[in-house]
């Protein structure tokens, strides 16, 4: 994957929403015009849900991702879409 193309994950969106078709996803807002390339701030979170017939479309050479945005969601009171913290586990015994 080169910088600024992503066409490689498409195939992995596609298995994951059909793997949970009714799931809905917590996806983070940047400002219209956002340099792709650089940290941008988070203005907003939105609640993500594919589209359930075809979450991922393509046209002639054109993919792209199918679905709802519901804009202004609070991620600490979302109750339709799951949210995870990664927790780091130390291994003293292996030495991590």
């Known amino acids: 994957m080169t910088n600024g193309q992503i066409s490689g994950v498409y195939s992995d969106f596609a298995d994951v929403f059909k793997d949970n078709p009714s799931q809905c996803y917590l996806i983070p807002v940047v ?6 390339n650089q940290t941008e701030k988070i203005v907003d979170f939105a609640k993500f ?6 979450p991922v479309v393509q046209k002639d050479k054109d993919k792209y991702i199918s679905g709802s945005v519901t804009c202004g969601q609070n991620p600490y009171k979302t109750t339709d879409v799951s949210c995870y913290v990664p927790t780091l586990v130390r291994d003293i015994k292996s030495g991590m």
Do not use: A, F, L
């Not at 849900?49 to 075809?54: E, F, L, Q, R």
């Open 31 to 36: 400002r219209n015009g956002s340099n792709w």
């Open 49 to 54: 849900c594919p589209d359930p017939k075809d």
